[in-house]
């Protein structure tokens, strides 16, 4: 059974800095990009990044909205996941997800598509003073 | 960013058909897919690539379109079924999800 735990949420002050973590189980970790994606209470969904998996390097991508703030990375012999925030800000408030991605092959069209299978249940970070 | 817009929210009965629309602000092909998300949960996928049914989901849920206009249809509409429905695109970068249609039964 495919698991994801978040963990590491909480309460910090604008300009601070917070690390959380995500526990994958019941899969090939390795085998997989893994995204974060936040959720402001009572609003849609916003992609943040993600990291590759093994066969393509493990490298990153972020959202133009939090690059250069936020870092994503990967403990492959734990199978964990991570996001590295910093300078945050209170728009930063939301609960933030991990979540496992897909790929799915378009054969009329030729194109691939990512698409999040599974999400974790979610950590709350609240951004205040 | 490619905008994705839902219309806010829906009533129905048990046992009734609803379709659930998402505009795209520009082509994003098949690239659409759309999750269950259930007060206090996190999102589950429904429908991938546009119209293809997730393992596991029940076949009352199917969706449909291409290019900008896509729909999700549940048919027929069960109590289980009250949830917020999101839309979200693969198709252009970043990703973006839509507003989401809340679903309520009467």
């Known amino acids: 059974e495919v698991k994801l735990l978040e963990s590491g949420g909480g309460l910090v002050q604008p300009g601070g800095s917070m690390r959380l973590s995500c526990a994958a189980s019941?899969?090939?970790?390795?085998?997989?990009?893994m995204y974060w994606i936040r959720q402001p209470a009572g609003k849609a969904p916003e992609w943040l990044g993600f990291i590759r998996n093994k066969a393509n390097g493990y490298t990153t991508e972020y959202n133009p909205s939090v690059k250069g703030r936020f870092t994503i990375s990967r403990d492959n012999t734990q199978n964990m996941l991570y996001l590295q925030m910093n300078t945050l800000r209170a728009e930063d408030t939301a609960t933030y997800y991990c979540a496992r991605s897909m790929n799915y092959y378009d054969g009329y069209y030729h194109v691939l598509y990512w698409y999040f299978d599974f999400w974790g249940p979610g950590t709350m970070v609240t951004v205040s003073s | 960013d490619t905008v994705l817009t839902q219309s806010p929210a829906l009533a129905v009965s048990p046992g009734e058909r609803v379709t659930i629309s998402c505009r795209a602000s520009e082509s994003v092909s098949t690239g659409m897919h759309w999750y269950q998300q259930k007060p206090g949960q996190q999102p589950k996928l429904l429908i991938y690539g546009a119209s293809n049914l997730e393992s596991g989901v029940p076949a009352r849920f199917s969706g449909s379109g291409s290019g900008t206009d896509f729909t999700l249809t549940i048919d027929p509409v069960e109590a289980d079924d009250t949830a917020t429905y999101f839309c979200?695109?693969?198709?252009?970068?970043?990703?973006?999800f839509g507003a989401g249609t809340k679903l309520e039964l009467k």
């Open positions: 979200q695109q693969s198709w252009n970068d970043p990703y973006t």
């Open positions: 019941g899969f090939t970790f390795t085998d997989f990009y």
